[in-house]
């Protein structure tokens, strides 16, 4: 939460799908880029500050540059998770494309270009979502 911190906002309203959000998502948009043009690691040296693991399972990143990170810092303890829905699915959740947020990297910069260890399919089926999350969890066992 540093750029709210930085800023005044309310971080927990900054989670949520609430108006609130939007009204500043360009500009968080816009400072996060600013941060990770002057220092591509920045973001991710926060989040696993004071942190040891033996797998780390990195899913939501933005960038390409993060996966990097993630992988040049910590190798093959690294498992990339991509969690995929369609779009009728994400407009049941009330999601609307905003152009320049939607299409900007932040959102979609890792479209292309990356080879996920795990793909998850988010649809809405209880089932299939729990199966797939098993598997990723017993594969995740057998490395500790």
Not at 33 to 41: I, L, T, V, Y
Not at 58 to 71: A, C, N, P
Not at 114 to 126: C, L, P, Q, R, Y
Request: proline share 3%.
């Amino acid at each position: 939460p540093l750029s709210p911190q930085e800023h005044g906002l309310d971080f927990q309203r900054l989670l949520d799908a609430s108006a609130y959000k939007e009204t500043y998502r360009q500009d968080m948009i816009r400072w996060g880029e600013e941060k990770r043009r002057a220092d591509p690691g920045f973001f991710c040296r926060t989040v696993v500050e004071g942190a040891v693991q033996p797998v780390w399972v990195v899913s939501d990143t933005r960038r390409l540059s993060d996966v990097e990170w993630f992988r040049d810092v910590y190798g093959d303890a690294v498992q990339t998770v991509r969690v995929v829905a369609t779009e009728e699915t994400r407009k049941r959740r009330n999601w609307v494309f905003i152009t320049g947020v939607d299409d900007a990297e932040s959102e979609c910069g890792l479209d292309q270009g990356v080879a996920f260890d795990w793909v998850i399919t988010n649809d809405g089926d209880e089932l299939s979502l729990d199966e797939q999350l098993e598997t990723l969890l017993r594969s995740l066992r057998g490395q500790l």
